[in-house]
């Protein structure tokens, strides 16, 4: 009897003693990445200060709601004539309240033909998704939709 006492006593004194120290050193603050950037942050960084315009050009399709956040599919197309002098330079897809608001950066030529981008992104919770364009001429242009992500399917 005391020494099945003495391992239960033991085996406590291990676990307690390997839970202690990291449970005392962990860092109460957020982990932090060098690619981790917000939204205003992210577009300026894209833009570098140029003004964006909402236009009818750009199409973002992405679901209304969406039931997992971690796989939404979005794509982007752009009413473009893809020539030598008049093509879409650049698709950026962003999502305003992630934690790294750049989700997607796409690099296009007129060889591509069509300005045209689908992709899967993962979103942390209800907020918007904005398609940013860059545009031959050094413009910028955007579209935005907001998206609804459930837990499990309930609205």
Do not use: W
Not at 23 to 50: F, H, Q, R
Not at 102 to 129: E, M, S, Y
């Amino acid at each position: 009897m005391q020494r099945r006492t003495f391992l239960k006593g033991f085996g406590a004194a291990v676990a307690v003693s390997a839970v202690v120290p990291s449970v005392v050193l962990a860092d109460d603050k957020k982990p932090t990445s060098p690619n981790a950037m917000s939204y205003t942050t992210a577009v300026a960084a894209i833009t570098g200060g140029k003004s964006v315009t909402v236009s009818s050009k750009v199409a973002l399709k992405a679901p209304e709601i969406a039931e997992n956040g971690a796989v939404v599919p979005v794509k982007v197309t752009v009413e473009s004539p893809m020539t030598d002098k008049d093509y879409v330079k650049a698709i950026h897809i962003l999502a305003k309240k992630n934690f790294n608001a750049r989700c997607a950066n796409v690099f296009l030529t007129p060889a591509n033909g069509k300005a045209v981008f689908g992709t899967r992104i993962k979103l942390g919770g209800t907020q918007d998704v904005v398609a940013l364009v860059e545009l031959s001429d050094g413009s910028f242009i955007s579209a935005s939709q907001n998206v609804k992500v459930t837990i499990g399917g309930c609205g």
